[in-house]
């Protein structure tokens, strides 16, 4: 069966395929441990919830402006206003079914055949696959493993061609852990206004950091001044992770209001709005500030505690597997091809091996450019993760 050429190179989420076969297995009655998911195992906060009933119950369930409820999106510019230190126009805000949308819009929008994308790599799995999906050229830079991968300008000129387009990264980074300083970041997005390069800033994790004692979200390009940013860039946030709403598809960008225009135009032949109750639920999410800023402080502090158990286990039970020490996001991305056989000779096998000897569910590494890592989600209660990681350890203590 032929399918179009604007296929042929796409691949599924590999993200996403080992968590559905976690959860068939785990159906079939196998005791498996997943670790695999990228999202809290927190519920959304009550209020929240109770926002979108009230909203349903009202009638709000009607199509929206396809960018999203105007309330929504003055909401969401305020709270960008207040991190920026200066007025953002809610009509560079389009609202968006997930942050995945928001990629796909901005990649679509801004570049096409012939153009080329560098991506920091390791990436998100959909990274590339979103480029692609735009007939543009994904090319993946990979920081010093001594930086935990993180990008300098340096790195990004060495990977530039006449042919560069869009810088597209993450921080905190899904699958690393690895946080950008503001002062790394001002650096990356200075080369990319020098260059004339679109940088999309992939922000999702950025209150889920552990840079600093007090709970501080990661760095944002919006503490960066106008001067070092330019007009070339999108930010794309959301309220999946900060707000444990990975179901709900709620994303944003934010741009330049002539960009978001055509952002939206795609948004409205593509999805339309996201879905009117979703909206309606991150409107209490980013109104209520005081009980949003409670619930992720708990949240944070719960992953912080759960950073430091699984870095603990993995340097008394599997000393001889190295890892990205986490300082932000929900990750562990450990090495792993020390474990590389006849038998086992890539990350896809080592998690296909592990799944099948101790039912400990965990991402390949060759699926965020690196084949060398596996990513686990500490997204689990403390007796799961321990669980879990005695499993690893006890597997390839017999291997």
Do not use: H
């Given at each position: 069966m032929a399918f179009s050429q604007n296929v042929a190179k796409i691949k599924p989420s590999a993200?996403?395929?080992?968590s559905a076969l976690a959860k068939r297995l785990r159906a079939e009655g196998r005791d498996i441990v997943d670790l695999s998911a990228g999202e809290p195992d927190f519920d959304t906060p009550g209020f929240i919830c109770d926002a979108a009933i009230e909203g349903i119950r009202k009638g709000k369930t009607r199509y929206t402006p396809p960018a999203g409820m105007p309330e929504l999106k003055k909401a969401i510019a305020k709270i960008l206003s207040e991190r920026a230190g200066r007025e953002l126009d809610p009509e560079g805000v389009v609202v968006t079914s997930g942050a995945k949308q928001a990629l796909f819009n901005a990649n679509f929008c801004l570049?096409?055949?012939?153009?080329?994308?560098?991506?920091?790599?390791?990436?998100?799995?959909?990274?590339?696959?979103?480029?692609?999906?735009?007939?543009?050229?994904?090319?993946?830079?990979?920081?010093?493993?001594?930086?935990?991968?993180?990008?300098?300008p340096d790195d990004l000129e060495r990977a530039r061609t006449p042919n560069t387009k869009g810088f597209l990264f993450s921080s905190p980074s899904n699958p690393t852990g690895g946080v950008y300083t503001k002062a790394e970041l001002k650096g990356l997005v200075e080369w990319a206004r020098d260059h004339d390069v679109w940088v999309i800033a992939d922000e999702i994790y950025r209150v889920i950091n552990f840079s600093d004692d007090n709970g501080t979200p990661a760095a944002s390009i919006l503490d960066l001044p106008e001067s070092s940013l330019g007009k070339k860039w999108v930010l794309v946030d959301g309220a999946s992770k900060a707000f444990a709403m990975t179901g709900w598809r709620l994303g944003f960008s934010y741009c330049d209001v002539a960009a978001a225009k055509e952002l939206g135009a795609v948004q409205s032949h593509v999805s339309s709005n996201a879905s009117s109750p979703s909206q309606v639920a991150a409107l209490a999410a980013y109104t209520e500030t005081e009980k949003t800023a409670k619930s992720v402080k708990e949240m944070v502090a719960a992953f912080r505690r759960r950073r430091d158990l699984v870095t603990r286990l993995f340097d008394e039970m599997l000393p001889d597997f190295t890892y990205v020490k986490p300082m932000g996001a929900f990750y562990l991305f450990f090495r792993v091809d020390s474990?590389?056989?006849?038998?086992?000779?890539?990350?896809?096998?080592?998690?296909?091996?592990?799944?099948?000897?101790?039912?400990?569910?965990?991402?390949?590494?060759?699926?965020?450019?690196?084949?060398?890592?596996?990513?686990m989600s500490y997204a689990a209660a403390d007796?799961?993760?321990?669980?879990?990681?005695?499993?690893?350890?006890?597997?390839?203590?017999?291997?």
């Open positions: 993200t996403m395929a080992v570049f096409g055949l012939g153009d080329e994308v560098l991506i920091g790599s390791p990436y998100w799995t959909s990274y590339p696959e979103i480029v692609t999906l735009a007939r543009a050229t994904p090319v993946p830079v990979k920081g010093s493993e001594e930086r935990d991968f993180r990008l300098t474990a590389f056989s006849d038998e086992i000779p890539d990350s896809t096998k080592f998690c296909s091996w592990m799944l099948n000897e101790t039912g400990v569910a965990l991402v390949p590494g060759s699926a965020f450019g690196d084949d060398r890592y596996v990513r007796a799961v993760l321990e669980d879990g990681i005695r499993r690893l350890a006890g597997a390839l203590a017999r291997k």
